[in-house]
């Protein structure tokens, strides 16, 4: 026989009576909120809010209607297709042994590229906006670099259609290349990973009996570098010095080899099309 349960105490009942006031206060609080959004959003005094809602009804219809098109339906199939493969592939990748070793190198690199983003961050910064400098300087060139880029790819369409045919006439010559490399290469697997363990095991012996040597050599170069930084400061400033003081001899020089370059170019182009200089044009008519 099934026993009767217990009713609940005053205490349960009065917390129960407190716990649903206070949603329920919230809850109309956030009701108020949106009605006094959708308000402001919606006021007819300045004759914007019919205007809103005009808008809004039209595009509603129209979604409405473009919806059920057949191309929206197969789209919407073909999403509603795309998301069930990945929930079903998604479950079995997710209690797969694989996923745990997954998991925590996450976990450790999160734990370990914060501290090194934070102290990268004012770099990233300061070469962001020094890159964005850089393209704006170089805006110029883009036209010029995209019709290379153009001319480099419609020069690269024939190879590519010509490379895609022979390997798609040759598909069973490449198969049985495919075949052949499996065939000789799979008893070398096991070998193979017997190697990579040996040569693991070594390599690590030799990282573990390296790094103490090379931390004393890390500590010994940089108390050099500290040591010399003067030195070093000295050097660059007299490199600095040299080149402004060079500055005015090489624009000089530029100058000079511009100069040059462009009368070659008129005279260049004046005996190649000796026509152009006494202003003759020359029309060719199809027969």
């Given at each position: 026989m099934?026993?009767?349960?217990?009713?609940?105490?005053?205490?349960?009942?009065a917390r129960m009576a407190r716990n649903t006031t206070d949603i329920t206060g919230q809850l109309l609080d956030t009701a108020?909120?949106?009605?006094?959004?959708?308000?402001?959003t919606f006021d007819p005094r300045d004759g914007s809010g019919a205007e809103v809602l005009r808008v809004l009804r039209q595009t509603t219809a129209e979604l409405a209607e473009a919806s059920a098109s057949p191309e929206a339906q197969e789209a919407f199939y073909r999403i509603v297709d795309t998301l069930t493969r990945l929930g079903a592939s998604g479950a079995p990748?997710?209690?797969?042994?694989?996923?745990?070793?997954?998991?925590?190198?996450?976990?450790?690199?999160?734990?370990s590229l914060l501290p090194v983003l934070d102290a990268v961050e004012p770099a990233v910064e300061e070469a962001a906006e020094a890159l964005g400098e850089l393209v704006d300087a170089s805006s110029p060139l883009l036209p010029a670099a995209a019709g290379v880029v153009a001319g480099v790819l419609l020069a690269l369409a024939p190879l590519i259609r010509a490379a895609a045919d022979v390997l798609r006439d040759s598909s069973p010559e490449l198969r049985r290349m495919t075949d052949a490399l499996t065939a000789a290469l799979a008893p070398l697997v096991p070998l193979q990973v017997a190697l990579a363990e040996r040569a693991a095991a070594a390599g690590a012996g030799v990282v573990r009996a390296a790094l103490p040597p090379l931390a004393d050599l890390t500590e010994?170069?940089?108390?050099?570098?500290?040591?010399?930084?003067?030195?070093?400061?000295?050097?660059e400033e007299f490199v600095v010095s040299g080149l402004e003081r060079?500055?005015?001899?090489l624009l000089v020089s530029a100058s000079r080899v511009g100069k040059v370059a462009r009368a070659g170019a008129v005279r260049v182009s004046a005996a190649v099309s000796p026509a152009a200089e006494r202003g003759v044009v020359v029309a060719v008519h199809p027969a």
């Amino acid at each position: 026989m099934a026993t009767i349960p217990s009713l609940p105490s005053r205490d349960d009942v009065a917390r129960m009576a407190r716990n649903t006031t206070d949603i329920t206060g919230q809850l109309l609080d956030t009701a108020g909120n949106i009605t006094r959004i959708a308000i402001n959003t919606f006021d007819p005094r300045d004759g914007s809010g019919a205007e809103v809602l005009r808008v809004l009804r039209q595009t509603t219809a129209e979604l409405a209607e473009a919806s059920a098109s057949p191309e929206a339906q197969e789209a919407f199939y073909r999403i509603v297709d795309t998301l069930t493969r990945l929930g079903a592939s998604g479950a079995p990748l997710a209690v797969h042994p694989v996923s745990e070793p997954a998991q925590a190198l996450l976990t450790a690199l999160g734990d370990s590229l914060l501290p090194v983003l934070d102290a990268v961050e004012p770099a990233v910064e300061e070469a962001a906006e020094a890159l964005g400098e850089l393209v704006d300087a170089s805006s110029p060139l883009l036209p010029a670099a995209a019709g290379v880029v153009a001319g480099v790819l419609l020069a690269l369409a024939p190879l590519i259609r010509a490379a895609a045919d022979v390997l798609r006439d040759s598909s069973p010559e490449l198969r049985r290349m495919t075949d052949a490399l499996t065939a000789a290469l799979a008893p070398l697997v096991p070998l193979q990973v017997a190697l990579a363990e040996r040569a693991a095991a070594a390599g690590a012996g030799v990282v573990r009996a390296a790094l103490p040597p090379l931390a004393d050599l890390t500590e010994a170069a940089a108390a050099g570098l500290k040591a010399g930084r003067p030195l070093l400061i000295a050097g660059e400033e007299f490199v600095v010095s040299g080149l402004e003081r060079l500055q005015p001899l090489l624009l000089v020089s530029a100058s000079r080899v511009g100069k040059v370059a462009r009368a070659g170019a008129v005279r260049v182009s004046a005996a190649v099309s000796p026509a152009a200089e006494r202003g003759v044009v020359v029309a060719v008519h199809p027969a």
